[in-house]
């Protein structure tokens, strides 16, 4: 049932960024959640941060006329002592620009750090590594 839940909770959340409810998405974090990449160099810090950057990018798309899509695999989860959940993906980013071919960005692994909040799930600490850069 775990997995199943992280399973609905990620699609969820990643229909919210590939559709631009930068709120949403953003209300997937904790209110002082922390979104980490080795492509950015600070982590976002707090869910309003958080949430600036998504709606900026989603702009930036949109003003590209561009779609982006996130597809997540490989989902292994694991309970933590502490109720939290640890939860490692691979994901892969595709973008459309309107009228060409669909191309693969990115491929990343993603570790999040998950709490279980209003019957579901939040993010309280997400570490994203794109494959081409340095850990």
Not at 63 to 81: A, I, S, T
Not at 90 to 118: K, N, Q
Request: with cysteine.
């Amino acid at each position: 049932m775990l997995y199943q839940d992280v399973q609905h909770f990620y699609s969820r959340q990643m229909h919210y960024l590939d559709s631009g409810s930068t709120a949403e998405w953003a209300g997937t974090f904790t209110e002082g959640g922390v979104f980490e990449a080795n492509a950015h160099p600070h982590p976002q810090s707090g869910r309003a941060e958080i949430e600036a950057a998504a709606r900026k990018t989603a702009a930036e798309l949109a003003g590209r006329q561009v779609q982006r899509r996130h597809w997540l695999g490989m989902l292994h989860v694991e309970e933590q002592p502490d109720g939290s959940v640890l939860a490692r993906t691979y994901a892969l980013v595709f973008e459309t620009a309107r009228g060409g071919a669909t191309e693969i960005l990115l491929s990343c692994t993603c570790e999040d750090d998950l709490i279980r909040a209003d019957g579901g799930f939040q993010v309280r600490h997400r570490r994203v590594h794109r494959d081409d850069l340095p850990r």
